[in-house]
T-cell receptor, first 113, second 112 residues
């Protein structure tokens, strides 16, 4: 158990809909990262937040957005969903803003029908 | 933006040393190299991180040549429980323009 929690574990929705994925980092970790894992694209970095502020941006689509709240939990919002958005979404946390050891959550499996 | 490539799969017998390479020709000066292990239906788990030369911890070693265009993860005396997918991660998040790039992953199968 990494100490990072993600909800929900599974999510099934239809094209065009909007969903919110939630992540609670390990106690004391200030950074939260979001990743997408799919069979064709592999593991892709989406975005990082550090202590409530956006820190780094990866291949995140404009239809996707994220935020980190004062209690340090983070949410990833996916809108206007397409079939190709079906994937496993991981959240990871680390102590600092630098690239040190990240602790990954169990993931949220999103299926868009 | 570093592009990273890895062998798709490797096979090994239990007790052998396994070396998995990652090629990252476009690595930037500030980039670090990190390796993760992933089991089915789980999130990746940190193994080791380095910037240059050699790093060793209790589970693995990481070799990085002087030009830093590749790296090699070395797993000594693998066991059946080391069967997993191994990813290298290249990048530095030292600014808003930074990107983290995962390799394509190497599926390691360990047998008796």
């Amino acid at each position: 158990d990494s100490g990072v929690t993600q909800t929900p574990k599974h999510l099934i929705t239809a094209t065009g809909q909007r969903v919110t994925l939630r992540c609670s980092p390990r106690s004391g970790d200030l950074s939260v990262y979001w990743y997408q894992q799919s069979l064709d694209q592999g593991l892709q970095f989406l975005i990082q937040y550090y202590n409530g502020e956006e820190r780094a941006k990866g291949n995140i689509l404009e239809r996707f957005s994220a935020q980190q709240f004062p209690d340090l939990h983070s949410e990833l919002n996916l809108s206007s969903l397409e079939l190709g958005d079906s994937a496993l979404y991981f959240c990871a946390s680390s102590e600092t803003s630098g690239l040190n050891e990240q602790f990954f959550g169990p993931g949220t499996r999103l299926t868009v029908l | 933006l570093a592009k990273t490539t890895q062998p798709i799969s490797m096979d090994s017998y239990e007790g052998q040393e396994v070396n998995i390479t990652c090629s990252h020709n476009n690595i930037a000066t500030n980039d670090y190299i990190t390796w993760y292990q992933q089991f089915p239906s789980q999130g990746p788990r940190f193994i080791i991180q380095g910037y240059k030369t050699k790093v060793t911890n209790e589970v693995a070693s990481l070799f990085i040549p002087a030009d830093r265009k590749s790296s090699t993860l070395s797993l000594p005396r693998v066991s059946l429980s080391d069967t997993a997918v191994y990813y290298c991660l290249v990048g530095a998040n030292t600014g808003t323009a930074s990107k983290l790039t995962f390799g394509t992953g190497t599926r390691l199968q360990v047998t008796l």
